[in-house]
Every structure is written in structure tokens, then in C-alpha cells.
């Protein structure tokens, strides 16, 4: 079985088809700024779960941010988990930076 993803930026979405199929098999929706990019939101169909889909999604979206020198928010817990199990992309999350008063 092979997944192709790719970036719909019109509707704020990186897709998933399975062995050249129309049919979007999965979907991780997101919000890009021009310094990052928070991954809000995936979903596999059913059908398709436990092949794989939700893993070229996560790792297709994950190095592109890395191409274009973006940051990744993982408000997502399928992002969130996922990043956690391949340290190889932990250094993309966002790290806030709180600021001390005086």
C-alpha cells in the first residue's frame, strides 16, 4: 500500500489517498503563521486505520515545517504522541519563552 500526502493550503490541510485512490483516506488540519504552524486536528477514516496514514501524514507535514524553517505546535494529541515516539523531530515543538517582570 502506498500513501501519498500532500498540502492543500486552500483549505488549511495536508491530505492522505491510499494507492492513488480519490478518496481522502486521512487529513491533519493546521494553522500556519509565517514562524509556525500548529497542528490541530487529524483524522484517519476507519477503513484505512492502523496502515500507516496517520503516520505519513505526521511525518510529511513534519518535514516540510522542518524545510521551511517553521516551528510545530502539536495541539493535536495524535501530533503530540507521535512527535513524542520519534525524538528524531522533538527539536521542531515550540518552546514558549516566559518572560520575568521585574
Not at 5 to 13: E, F, I, L
Not at 26 to 32: C, K
Request: charged residues 25%; proline residues 4%; negative net charge.
Amino acid at each position: 500500500m502506498s500513501v501519498e500526502v500532500r498540502d492543500v493550503p486552500d483549505a488549511k490541510r495536508y491530505e492522505a489517498r491510499v494507492d492513488g485512490e480519490s478518496t481522502v483516506a486521512g487529513v491533519a488540519q493546521y494553522i500556519r503563521t509565517t514562524e509556525l504552524v500548529a497542528f490541530v486536528h487529524t483524522e484517519v477514516s476507519p477503513e484505512f486505520e492502523g496502515r500507516g496514514v496517520g503516520s505519513a501524514l505526521a511525518r510529511t507535514a513534519l518535514d516540510e515545517a522542518r524545510a521551511a524553517n517553521l516551528r510545530v505546535l502539536a495541539t493535536c494529541p495524535f501530533f503530540a504522541t507521535w512527535i513524542a515516539r520519534h525524538p528524531e523531530y522533538q527539536d521542531l515543538l515550540y518552546q514558549s519563552r516566559s518572560r520575568v517582570s521585574d
